[in-house]
């Protein structure tokens, strides 16, 4: 009997180092695993077409915090992070052993600058968001929307609405307003503002592009604005009889 008892503390203190040497290299190797000083991320890539962003702008916005071991870096954290600055409207964020963590990037496309009177720094994309960045980047003419900031995506619908008409037919809009009531002014590259109201604004457009040419065959001044609230006709204004009044 004693024979039986030695080998089965024998046997039983062997199955019990065994466990906690499991347990200990488990530890072990998680410890190594979370450690960002034994598998640390050493090599960002940044992919995706910048315009305005430039790649160590990414590299500066990922500095800030630690980033982590290889395995226990959170891509999704680091996804909300990037996605945080205001040039980029999108990331996607991706390990690849064995040490080198892959960005991808989606740029905002400013449409436009918005209310730049009382907002100086914020641009609007084609979608309707308005973000707040450094605008000595950007290089092209860019046009001016004004409207309600409860309203961005109306203000950004009807400028694309008549710009698009006004475009194919030789005229740049540079501004658009669109007031309290939905009434739109629009400014042409050539200084003619055109006020458009509220309905019928492609029809108005169009009367516009009509009469244009007969508009300027018979101008003796230049034009100030023409006024397309009718519905039938135009009525113009010429600028030095606004400079008289």
Known sequence: MAAVRWQFWLGFSFFLSVVIGAIAGVAWLYYLAMDANEVPL???????????????????????????????????????????EPWIAQASVRKEWPDILKVFLVEQ?????????????????????????????IDELLPKLFGPEHAVKETVEQYQQVHELLEINGHQVVALTLSERFAVDVELLSGIRLR??????????????????????????????????????????????QERK
């Open 42 to 84: 050493k090599r960002l890539v940044v992919q995706g077409e910048l315009k305005y962003l430039q790649r160590t702008q990414v590299r500066d916005a990922l500095a800030g915090e630690e980033l982590g071991s290889f395995f226990s870096a959170d891509v999704n954290v680091i996804r909300e992070r990037l996605e945080s």
């Open 109 to 137: 496309k400013p449409l436009g600058h918005w209310n730049e009177n009382s907002r100086p720094n914020a641009l609007v994309s084609a979608t309707g968001e308005v973000f707040e960045v450094d605008k000595s980047v």
């Open 196 to 241: 458009l109201g509220r309905e019928g604004l492609l029809e108005r457009v169009q009367r516009f592009i009509e009469v244009f040419p007969t508009i300027v065959r018979h101008k003796t001044q230049p034009i100030d604005y023409v006024d397309l609230r009718y519905d039938t006709g135009v009525a113009v204004a010429w600028k030095e009889d």
